[in-house]
């Protein structure tokens, strides 16, 4: 079965709860909720390790999304529409994608 659909475009793959949002906006609003997490974590876990963290993160991410994913595309519009123009900086996604393969490592 071919991924396309029959106007050429990607079809889009199922997605855990709370994930249904593709491309910029929706790699933006996925890292806005775990921003968002991590700071209220962090606040009631200040002695944390960053393995605690991660940990705890996995744990808490198909509620984090499905609990705050719509509200945070949502601002994402909100602020689109009043002209912020938001974009991902590859090098920086990069680089963090590196730095936390690297942390794992350390294991």
């Given at each position: 079965?071919?991924?396309?659909?029959?106007?050429?475009g990607?079809?889009?793959g199922?997605?855990?709860?709370?994930?249904?949002?593709?491309g910029?906006?929706?790699?933006?609003?996925r890292?806005?909720?775990?921003?968002?997490?991590?700071?209220?974590?962090?606040?009631?876990?200040?002695?944390?390790?960053?393995?605690?963290?991660?940990?705890?993160?996995?744990?808490?991410?198909?509620?984090?999304?499905?609990?705050?994913?719509?509200?945070?595309r949502?601002?994402?519009?909100?602020?689109?529409?009043?002209?912020v123009t938001?974009?991902?900086?590859?090098?920086?996604?990069?680089?963090?994608?590196e730095?936390?393969?690297?942390?794992?490592?350390?294991?």
């Amino acid at each position: 079965m071919s991924d396309s659909t029959e106007d050429g475009g990607k079809a889009m793959g199922k997605k855990g709860a709370g994930e249904s949002g593709s491309g910029v906006n929706g790699q933006i609003g996925r890292m806005l909720v775990r921003a968002i997490w991590s700071q209220e974590w962090s606040a009631a876990n200040p002695g944390a390790t960053l393995e605690a963290r991660k940990a705890a993160w996995q744990e808490a991410r198909p509620l984090a999304l499905e609990k705050n994913f719509k509200s945070c595309r949502r601002a994402i519009a909100i602020l689109q529409r009043s002209g912020v123009t938001m974009t991902l900086n590859k090098d920086a996604t990069t680089a963090r994608a590196e730095s936390d393969s690297d942390d794992d490592s350390d294991d």
